[in-house]
Protein backbone atom coordinates (compact mmCIF):
# COMPACT_ATOMS: atom_id res chain seq x y z
CA UNK A 1 0.00 0.00 0.00
CA UNK A 2 1.36 3.56 -0.41
CA UNK A 3 0.68 6.86 1.42
CA UNK A 4 -1.46 9.65 0.68
CA UNK A 5 -1.80 10.54 -2.74
CA UNK A 6 1.20 8.49 -4.47
CA UNK A 7 1.61 5.29 -6.42
CA UNK A 8 3.72 2.40 -6.85
CA UNK A 9 5.46 2.05 -9.43
CA UNK A 10 8.27 0.35 -11.62
CA UNK A 11 11.08 2.55 -13.21
CA UNK A 12 13.31 1.79 -15.40
CA UNK A 13 16.99 4.30 -14.47
CA UNK A 14 18.99 2.06 -16.80
CA UNK A 15 19.18 -0.56 -19.49
CA UNK A 16 18.68 -3.54 -17.44
CA UNK A 17 17.27 -1.74 -14.49
CA UNK A 18 14.03 -1.82 -13.05
CA UNK A 19 13.13 -0.25 -9.16
CA UNK A 20 9.78 -0.41 -7.51
CA UNK A 21 9.77 3.07 -6.44
CA UNK A 22 6.73 5.37 -4.57
CA UNK A 23 5.65 8.53 -6.26
CA UNK A 24 3.29 11.34 -6.00
CA UNK A 25 -0.04 11.43 -7.51
CA UNK A 26 -0.45 14.66 -9.93
CA UNK A 27 -3.48 16.68 -9.27
CA UNK A 28 -5.51 16.64 -12.04
CA UNK A 29 -7.56 19.03 -13.93
CA UNK A 30 -10.48 19.52 -16.10
CA UNK A 31 -9.67 17.97 -19.09
CA UNK A 32 -7.57 14.97 -17.92
CA UNK A 33 -7.76 11.88 -15.29
CA UNK A 34 -6.13 9.52 -13.48
CA UNK A 35 -6.71 5.30 -14.08
CA UNK A 36 -5.80 2.82 -11.54
CA UNK A 37 -4.14 0.43 -13.36
CA UNK A 38 -5.84 -3.12 -13.01
CA UNK A 39 -3.40 -4.99 -15.67
CA UNK A 40 -1.08 -4.10 -18.15
CA UNK A 41 0.18 -6.27 -21.31
CA UNK A 42 3.88 -7.29 -21.59
CA UNK A 43 4.74 -6.42 -25.11
CA UNK A 44 8.00 -7.84 -27.12
CA UNK A 45 9.64 -4.48 -27.67
CA UNK A 46 9.21 -4.10 -23.88
CA UNK A 47 11.78 -6.45 -23.11
CA UNK A 48 14.23 -4.44 -26.33
CA UNK A 49 13.47 -1.42 -23.95
CA UNK A 50 14.72 -3.34 -20.86
CA UNK A 51 17.90 -4.05 -22.97
CA UNK A 52 18.12 -0.57 -23.72
CA UNK A 53 17.65 -1.14 -26.98
CA UNK A 54 15.36 1.58 -27.73
CA UNK A 55 15.33 5.46 -28.08
CA UNK A 56 14.01 6.65 -24.71
CA UNK A 57 15.38 8.91 -21.87
CA UNK A 58 15.34 7.09 -18.32
CA UNK A 59 14.06 7.17 -15.74
CA UNK A 60 10.73 6.13 -17.07
CA UNK A 61 7.73 4.11 -16.29
CA UNK A 62 7.69 1.19 -18.93
CA UNK A 63 4.41 -0.72 -20.18
CA UNK A 64 1.88 0.57 -22.80
CA UNK A 65 -0.87 -1.60 -22.77
CA UNK A 66 -2.86 -0.57 -19.83
CA UNK A 67 -6.30 -1.53 -18.86
CA UNK A 68 -7.95 0.11 -15.61
CA UNK A 69 -10.63 1.84 -13.71
CA UNK A 70 -10.95 5.68 -14.53
CA UNK A 71 -10.49 6.84 -10.56
CA UNK A 72 -10.41 11.02 -11.35
CA UNK A 73 -11.84 12.39 -14.29
CA UNK A 74 -12.29 16.15 -15.53
CA UNK A 75 -15.51 17.52 -16.53
CA UNK A 76 -14.13 18.50 -19.71
CA UNK A 77 -12.91 15.25 -20.13
CA UNK A 78 -15.78 13.44 -19.39
CA UNK A 79 -17.58 15.56 -21.96
CA UNK A 80 -14.79 14.68 -24.84
CA UNK A 81 -14.52 10.52 -24.07
CA UNK A 82 -17.89 10.57 -23.15
CA UNK A 83 -16.32 8.60 -20.16
CA UNK A 84 -17.41 8.74 -16.40
CA UNK A 85 -15.64 8.16 -12.69
CA UNK A 86 -15.54 4.20 -12.27
CA UNK A 87 -15.35 3.39 -16.26
CA UNK A 88 -13.05 0.70 -17.30
CA UNK A 89 -11.20 1.53 -20.30
CA UNK A 90 -8.06 -0.10 -22.51
CA UNK A 91 -5.70 2.94 -23.07
CA UNK A 92 -3.81 2.94 -26.65
CA UNK A 93 -0.36 3.34 -26.71
CA UNK A 94 0.05 6.15 -28.68
CA UNK A 95 -0.85 10.01 -27.36
CA UNK A 96 -1.00 11.58 -30.66
CA UNK A 97 -1.04 15.55 -31.17
CA UNK A 98 -4.14 15.73 -32.91
CA UNK A 99 -2.85 18.77 -35.19
CA UNK A 100 0.23 17.48 -37.47
CA UNK A 101 -0.35 16.82 -41.16
CA UNK A 102 -0.62 12.67 -39.98
CA UNK A 103 -2.96 13.23 -37.31
CA UNK A 104 -5.56 15.55 -39.51
CA UNK A 105 -5.14 12.80 -42.43
CA UNK A 106 -6.41 10.09 -40.33
CA UNK A 107 -3.12 7.97 -40.05
CA UNK A 108 -2.60 9.38 -36.07
CA UNK A 109 -0.02 6.45 -35.85
CA UNK A 110 2.69 8.15 -37.48
CA UNK A 111 2.15 11.67 -35.67
CA UNK A 112 5.18 13.58 -35.40
CA UNK A 113 3.53 17.10 -33.94
CA UNK A 114 5.54 16.45 -30.27
CA UNK A 115 8.80 15.65 -32.05
CA UNK A 116 9.35 12.76 -30.05
CA UNK A 117 7.92 9.28 -29.09
CA UNK A 118 4.81 10.64 -27.19
CA UNK A 119 3.75 7.55 -26.05
CA UNK A 120 2.49 5.18 -23.38
CA UNK A 121 5.60 3.27 -21.44
CA UNK A 122 7.98 6.09 -23.62
CA UNK A 123 7.90 9.42 -21.88
CA UNK A 124 10.10 9.66 -19.34
CA UNK A 125 9.67 10.95 -15.54
CA UNK A 126 11.17 14.32 -16.18
CA UNK A 127 7.82 14.82 -18.84
CA UNK A 128 5.12 16.11 -16.33
CA UNK A 129 3.39 14.20 -14.26
CA UNK A 130 5.93 11.39 -15.17
CA UNK A 131 3.18 8.72 -14.62
CA UNK A 132 3.34 7.44 -18.70
CA UNK A 133 3.36 3.35 -18.06
CA UNK A 134 1.35 1.14 -17.26
CA UNK A 135 4.22 -0.76 -14.71
CA UNK A 136 1.87 1.25 -12.19
CA UNK A 137 -0.74 1.54 -9.94
CA UNK A 138 -2.23 4.48 -11.65
CA UNK A 139 -1.81 5.92 -14.65
CA UNK A 140 -1.87 9.70 -15.73
CA UNK A 141 -4.72 9.95 -18.38
CA UNK A 142 -3.47 12.92 -20.95
CA UNK A 143 -6.72 15.28 -22.83
CA UNK A 144 -5.46 13.68 -26.23
CA UNK A 145 -5.35 9.49 -24.78
CA UNK A 146 -7.65 7.60 -26.57
CA UNK A 147 -9.31 5.02 -24.53
CA UNK A 148 -11.98 1.85 -24.90
CA UNK A 149 -13.99 1.55 -22.88
CA UNK A 150 -14.22 -2.28 -22.09
CA UNK A 151 -16.88 -4.30 -19.93
CA UNK A 152 -16.44 -4.67 -16.39
CA UNK A 153 -17.23 -8.85 -17.00
CA UNK A 154 -13.75 -9.43 -18.66
CA UNK A 155 -11.07 -10.56 -16.00
CA UNK A 156 -8.15 -7.70 -16.40
CA UNK A 157 -5.22 -10.10 -17.57
CA UNK A 158 -7.40 -11.08 -21.16
CA UNK A 159 -8.83 -7.64 -20.78
CA UNK A 160 -5.01 -6.04 -22.34
CA UNK A 161 -4.89 -8.64 -24.92
CA UNK A 162 -6.87 -5.65 -26.54
CA UNK A 163 -3.26 -4.95 -27.32
CA UNK A 164 -2.32 -8.06 -29.45
CA UNK A 165 -5.69 -8.82 -30.81
CA UNK A 166 -6.03 -4.94 -32.72
CA UNK A 167 -3.01 -6.27 -34.07
CA UNK A 168 -4.00 -8.94 -35.43
CA UNK A 169 -6.99 -6.84 -36.76
CA UNK A 170 -4.70 -4.84 -38.69
CA UNK A 171 -1.99 -6.57 -40.14
CA UNK A 172 -3.77 -9.80 -40.86
CA UNK A 173 -7.25 -8.28 -42.25
CA UNK A 174 -7.19 -4.63 -42.64
CA UNK A 175 -3.86 -3.62 -44.00
CA UNK A 176 -3.46 -6.44 -46.52
CA UNK A 177 -7.00 -6.26 -47.67
CA UNK A 178 -7.79 -10.00 -46.50
CA UNK A 179 -10.73 -11.60 -48.21
CA UNK A 180 -13.20 -14.29 -47.89
CA UNK A 181 -11.54 -17.43 -48.65
CA UNK A 182 -8.11 -16.75 -48.86
CA UNK A 183 -5.15 -18.04 -48.06
CA UNK A 184 -2.67 -16.17 -45.06
CA UNK A 185 0.45 -17.31 -44.12
CA UNK A 186 1.36 -15.89 -40.54
CA UNK A 187 5.17 -16.32 -39.80
CA UNK A 188 5.91 -15.90 -35.85
CA UNK A 189 3.41 -17.57 -33.42
CA UNK A 190 3.47 -15.79 -30.46
CA UNK A 191 0.97 -13.23 -28.56
CA UNK A 192 0.45 -11.23 -32.09
CA UNK A 193 1.16 -14.28 -34.65
CA UNK A 194 -1.81 -16.29 -32.65
CA UNK A 195 -3.79 -12.56 -32.79
CA UNK A 196 -3.59 -12.75 -36.76
CA UNK A 197 -4.72 -16.48 -36.30
CA UNK A 198 -7.94 -15.21 -35.11
CA UNK A 199 -8.48 -12.18 -36.63
CA UNK A 200 -8.09 -14.29 -39.86
CA UNK A 201 -10.90 -16.39 -39.15
CA UNK A 202 -12.99 -13.92 -38.07
CA UNK A 203 -12.21 -12.37 -41.94
CA UNK A 204 -13.48 -15.28 -43.48
CA UNK A 205 -9.96 -16.50 -44.38
CA UNK A 206 -10.24 -19.96 -46.17
CA UNK A 207 -6.28 -21.23 -45.27
CA UNK A 208 -4.47 -20.26 -42.51
CA UNK A 209 -1.00 -21.32 -42.19
CA UNK A 210 1.27 -20.51 -39.26
CA UNK A 211 4.94 -21.16 -38.92
CA UNK A 212 7.52 -21.55 -35.77
CA UNK A 213 10.88 -23.30 -34.50
CA UNK A 214 10.75 -26.18 -32.33
CA UNK A 215 10.93 -23.97 -29.11
CA UNK A 216 7.56 -22.85 -30.56
CA UNK A 217 5.83 -26.71 -30.40
CA UNK A 218 3.54 -25.63 -27.83
CA UNK A 219 2.67 -21.89 -29.80
CA UNK A 220 2.22 -24.17 -33.28
CA UNK A 221 -0.58 -26.59 -31.81
CA UNK A 222 -2.58 -23.66 -29.87
CA UNK A 223 -2.60 -21.95 -33.43
CA UNK A 224 -4.12 -25.04 -34.69
CA UNK A 225 -6.73 -25.27 -31.85
CA UNK A 226 -7.25 -21.54 -32.41
CA UNK A 227 -8.40 -22.25 -36.55
CA UNK A 228 -5.02 -22.60 -38.24
CA UNK A 229 -4.91 -25.22 -40.71
CA UNK A 230 -1.34 -25.76 -41.21
CA UNK A 231 1.77 -25.39 -38.59
CA UNK A 232 4.84 -25.77 -39.95
CA UNK A 233 8.20 -26.18 -37.80
CA UNK A 234 10.57 -24.30 -40.34
CA UNK A 235 13.67 -26.18 -38.67
CA UNK A 236 12.48 -29.36 -39.36
CA UNK A 237 10.57 -28.33 -43.20
CA UNK A 238 11.28 -25.80 -45.49
CA UNK A 239 7.87 -23.66 -45.85
CA UNK A 240 7.94 -22.93 -49.19
CA UNK A 241 7.26 -26.69 -50.50
CA UNK A 242 4.88 -27.09 -47.55
CA UNK A 243 3.07 -23.94 -48.47
CA UNK A 244 3.29 -24.91 -51.96
CA UNK A 245 1.65 -28.81 -51.13
CA UNK A 246 -0.90 -27.16 -48.56
CA UNK A 247 -2.13 -24.59 -51.90
CA UNK A 248 -1.86 -26.83 -54.75
CA UNK A 249 0.63 -24.70 -55.67
CA UNK A 250 -1.01 -21.54 -55.41
CA UNK A 251 0.93 -19.77 -52.69
CA UNK A 252 -0.51 -17.83 -50.19
CA UNK A 253 -2.53 -14.60 -51.37
CA UNK A 254 -1.19 -12.65 -47.95
CA UNK A 255 2.20 -13.04 -45.84
CA UNK A 256 2.17 -11.53 -42.30
CA UNK A 257 6.11 -11.87 -40.90
CA UNK A 258 5.93 -11.00 -36.88
CA UNK A 259 8.99 -12.42 -36.21
CA UNK A 260 11.33 -10.68 -33.89
CA UNK A 261 14.87 -10.55 -34.58
CA UNK A 262 14.86 -13.23 -37.83
CA UNK A 263 15.60 -11.39 -40.98
CA UNK A 264 15.18 -14.79 -42.77
CA UNK A 265 11.55 -14.29 -42.45
CA UNK A 266 11.37 -11.25 -44.80
CA UNK A 267 12.83 -13.79 -47.86
CA UNK A 268 10.21 -16.32 -46.92
CA UNK A 269 7.23 -13.90 -46.96
CA UNK A 270 8.21 -12.98 -49.99
CA UNK A 271 8.96 -16.58 -51.09
CA UNK A 272 5.63 -17.64 -49.76
CA UNK A 273 3.44 -15.31 -51.41
CA UNK A 274 1.69 -15.91 -54.68
CA UNK A 275 1.94 -13.69 -57.19
CA UNK A 276 0.11 -10.41 -57.27
CA UNK A 277 -0.31 -11.36 -53.13
CA UNK A 278 0.58 -9.16 -50.46
CA UNK A 279 3.35 -9.08 -47.22
CA UNK A 280 2.83 -7.07 -44.01
CA UNK A 281 6.35 -6.82 -42.22
CA UNK A 282 5.18 -6.11 -38.63
CA UNK A 283 8.27 -7.81 -37.18
CA UNK A 284 11.35 -5.61 -36.02
CA UNK A 285 15.17 -6.91 -36.66
CA UNK A 286 16.95 -4.86 -34.28
CA UNK A 287 17.81 -3.46 -36.65
CA UNK A 288 20.05 -5.56 -38.99
CA UNK A 289 19.71 -6.26 -42.70
CA UNK A 290 18.97 -9.04 -44.38
CA UNK A 291 20.90 -11.19 -46.44
CA UNK A 292 20.20 -12.30 -49.80
CA UNK A 293 17.21 -10.01 -50.50
CA UNK A 294 16.45 -9.80 -53.93
CA UNK A 295 13.89 -7.28 -54.78
CA UNK A 296 13.53 -8.25 -58.06
CA UNK A 297 11.30 -11.39 -57.16
CA UNK A 298 8.98 -8.27 -55.60
CA UNK A 299 9.05 -6.98 -58.88
CA UNK A 300 8.61 -10.14 -60.62
CA UNK A 301 5.62 -11.17 -58.56
CA UNK A 302 4.01 -7.54 -58.33
CA UNK A 303 4.00 -8.02 -54.74
CA UNK A 304 2.64 -5.23 -52.59
CA UNK A 305 5.08 -5.28 -49.68
CA UNK A 306 3.59 -2.88 -46.79
CA UNK A 307 5.48 -2.11 -43.32
CA UNK A 308 2.63 -2.36 -40.23
CA UNK A 309 3.55 0.06 -37.20
CA UNK A 310 1.20 -0.07 -34.39
CA UNK A 311 -2.49 -0.10 -34.68
CA UNK A 312 -5.32 2.18 -34.56
CA UNK A 313 -8.61 2.95 -33.11
CA UNK A 314 -10.77 0.99 -35.36
CA UNK A 315 -9.03 -2.02 -34.92
CA UNK A 316 -8.59 -1.78 -31.11
CA UNK A 317 -12.35 -1.19 -30.88
CA UNK A 318 -12.59 -4.43 -32.90
CA UNK A 319 -10.41 -6.20 -30.27
CA UNK A 320 -12.34 -5.04 -27.52
CA UNK A 321 -15.80 -6.03 -29.19
CA UNK A 322 -13.81 -9.70 -29.91
CA UNK A 323 -12.54 -9.82 -26.08
CA UNK A 324 -16.15 -8.96 -24.97
CA UNK A 325 -17.78 -11.79 -26.97
CA UNK A 326 -15.80 -14.62 -25.39
CA UNK A 327 -16.10 -15.98 -29.08
CA UNK A 328 -12.69 -17.49 -28.52
CA UNK A 329 -10.50 -19.25 -25.54
CA UNK A 330 -8.19 -16.19 -25.11
CA UNK A 331 -7.32 -17.25 -21.73
CA UNK A 332 -5.49 -20.05 -23.93
CA UNK A 333 -3.22 -17.36 -24.85
CA UNK A 334 -2.37 -15.82 -21.07
CA UNK A 335 0.19 -17.94 -19.90
CA UNK A 336 1.45 -15.83 -16.81
CA UNK A 337 -0.09 -12.72 -14.59
CA UNK A 338 2.65 -11.24 -12.22
CA UNK A 339 3.00 -8.59 -9.36
CA UNK A 340 4.71 -5.30 -10.18
CA UNK A 341 7.90 -6.57 -7.90
CA UNK A 342 7.96 -9.05 -10.71
CA UNK A 343 8.20 -7.14 -13.54
CA UNK A 344 11.63 -7.71 -14.85
CA UNK A 345 10.98 -11.98 -14.55
CA UNK A 346 8.03 -11.37 -16.49
CA UNK A 347 10.40 -9.28 -18.97
CA UNK A 348 12.28 -12.23 -19.45
CA UNK A 349 9.74 -14.62 -19.92
CA UNK A 350 7.89 -13.21 -22.15
CA UNK A 351 11.08 -13.05 -24.04
CA UNK A 352 12.10 -16.79 -23.48
CA UNK A 353 14.95 -16.38 -21.41
CA UNK A 354 13.82 -18.22 -17.96
CA UNK A 355 14.68 -21.60 -18.25
CA UNK A 356 11.71 -24.64 -18.03
CA UNK A 357 8.95 -22.23 -18.99
CA UNK A 358 6.81 -21.15 -22.03
CA UNK A 359 5.34 -18.01 -21.79
CA UNK A 360 2.94 -16.69 -24.62
CA UNK A 361 0.89 -13.63 -23.30
CA UNK A 362 1.95 -11.95 -19.81
CA UNK A 363 0.12 -9.60 -17.55
CA UNK A 364 1.17 -7.26 -15.10
CA UNK A 365 -1.36 -7.27 -12.08
CA UNK A 366 -0.48 -3.88 -9.41
ZN1 LIG B 1 3.57 -3.17 -27.68
ZN1 LIG C 1 -0.04 14.60 -34.68
Redesign the pocket.
Known amino acids: MTSGRATLAVVQTAPRSLELRELPLPDTGPEDGLLQVEACGI?G??YEQYEGALPVRFPLIPG??PVGRIVELGDEAARRWDLKVGDRVAVE?LIPCGFCRHCVGGAYRLCNGHRRMNAYGYLGLDVPPGLWGGYSQYLYLDPHALLHKIADSVPPEIAVLF?PLGAGFRWAVEMPGLAVGDTIVILGPGQRGLACVIAAREAGAGRIIVTGLDADEHKLALAKELGAHHAINVQRQDPVPAVREATDGRMADVVVDVTAYAVDAVNQAINLARRGGTVVLAGTKGPQAVPDFLSDRIVFKELTVKGAFGVDYPNYERAVRLIESGKYPLEKLHTHTLPLADAERALRLLAGREPGESAIHIALVP
Open positions: CSDHETN
